[in-house]
């Protein structure tokens, strides 16, 4: 018996800065910047709790501490790595 993690989801940040829109995250998701362009990805706040993206924010304590620089939390990793790691955790 297993359970399903819902899909993340990609938003594109500077689609969201340039129509100054503030985009809402749906309750029991987070949203994660990504990559060099800084992605805007909204995840299962489930998925926090796994252990290769307890590996990731990790990584961010190491590279940010506790500032951010998009004011959200930003995952010091390529989005190919990210998308990989999430892909696993929507197949369980």
Do not use: W
Not at 4 to 33: D, Q
Not at 41 to 55: A, E, G, R, Y
Not at 58 to 82: K, N, R, Y
């Amino acid at each position: 018996m297993g359970f399903r993690i819902p899909s993340i989801r990609r938003a594109s940040f500077g689609a969201s800065l340039a129509s100054s829109k503030v985009v809402e995250v749906p309750k029991g998701y987070l949203a994660v910047y990504v990559g060099e362009k800084m992605k805007r990805f909204v995840i299962p706040i489930s998925c926090l709790n796994h252990p290769s993206f307890q590996d990731l924010l990790s990584q961010a304590e190491e590279e940010f501490g506790f500032d951010h620089p998009m004011g959200g939390l930003t995952i010091p990793c390529s989005e190919d790595v990210f998308q990989n790691i999430t892909s696993h955790l929507n197949g369980l």
